[in-house]
């Protein structure tokens, strides 16, 4: 027998009647047409689950421990300090920045109660804030953080509900705010101190937009100290423009970032007037625009 007959016969011998490799035969067309071949069943593509069969199926207690293993790293992450009390206002759980925040470790911050560490706090504040939260209230709580040294640092701390250990348990997101209540108390009272200055004082950008005027500056070129400034051009109040131009380049230039001379003004009237002025030059930051501090007096 020639091999290429045998290779038939073989491949014949192994398939079931009807089928060729897997592929159904359709009947003889009446054309007398050779046979055409189709596929003998649908392929499976079906997804399997998981588990794999066999393998023993994932006990709740194992898919909460997978979602604390999450929240851990998600907390770690974290740039705000983030706390988790039960219901009695124990810490469960923290992250590396309420350590930082805070001083303990977190083996010593497990257990102990957020009464010692958030100033003013107290049981009758959490059941208050556990039934805003509950009520889907947005809950913030301006404070003070008490350190292990025996220190403190400014405190927003803003409170919502998750599921940890207990489906009530309330996540904690505690912000540090001391610099930003510094640099708030610090520019209130400049502000504070321009406006009752009796010296006329201008803040000015390169156009000569006026950003800021105090009482004494508006009093001195509208002649009342209620006129607002702000978003004027300085150029209305100016004889000569182009002194003003020059005296802004001066303070940009010079190491000192100051310039003094006098400067053409026009008074209430319109009235023109040579004012002893004092120009400081603020350089940009992060972006900023350039101003400039205009003090001058009569």
């Known amino acids: ?26 009947a003889p067309g009446a054309d007398g047409k050779p046979d055409t071949l189709k596929p003998a069943s649908t392929p499976d593509i079906s997804v399997r689950k998981h588990p794999p069969p066999g393998a023993a199926a994932a006990t709740p207690q194992d898919e909460r421990s997978r979602d604390r293993s999450l929240c ?5 992450s974290m740039y705000d300090a983030l706390l988790i009390l039960d219901e009695k206002g124990n810490v469960i759980a923290s992250n590396p920045r309420a350590e930082l925040f805070f001083g303990y470790d977190e083996a010593t911050l497990w257990g102990m109660s957020a009464f010692k560490l958030i100033a003013g706090f107290n049981p ?29 640092f400014a405190a927003e701390i803003a409170f919502g509900s ?19 209540q510094k640099a708030e108390r610090k520019l209130a009272l400049e502000r504070d101190t321009a406006a009752y200055s009796a ?28 006129t607002s400034l702000v978003d004027q051009s300085l150029s209305t109040f100016v004889k ?15 190491d000192t970032a100051r310039w003094a001379g006098p400067l ?25 625009q350039t101003l400039f501090v205009l003090a001058f007096t009569p």
């Open 124 to 152: 009758v504040i959490l059941n208050k804030i556990r039934a805003y939260v509950a009520d889907d209230r947005f809950t913030v709580l301006n404070t003070k953080g008490m350190k292990q040294d025996g220190g403190t």
């Open 240 to 254: 000569d423009t182009q002194a003003l131009q020059n005296a802004c380049t001066k303070a940009a230039n010079a």
């Open 199 to 226: 010296i006329p004082l201008l803040l000015i950008d390169e156009a000569f937009t006026i950003q800021y005027a105090n009482t004494a500056a508006a009093e001195d070129l509208t002649g009342n100290p209620e």
């Open 72 to 76: 851990k790293a998600l907390m770690a």
């Open 162 to 180: 998750i599921f940890y250990l207990h489906e009530d348990d309330l996540l904690l997101t505690i912000r540090n705010v001391d610099r930003r």
């Open 264 to 288: 053409p003004l026009k008074g209430p009237r319109g009235k023109p007037r040579s004012v002893n002025a004092t120009l400081r030059h603020l350089p940009p930051q992060r972006g900023d």
């Open 1 to 26: 027998m020639k091999w290429a007959n045998l290779k038939t016969a073989l491949r014949t011998a192994t398939e079931e009647p009807g089928k060729t490799n897997g592929l159904v035969k359709d």
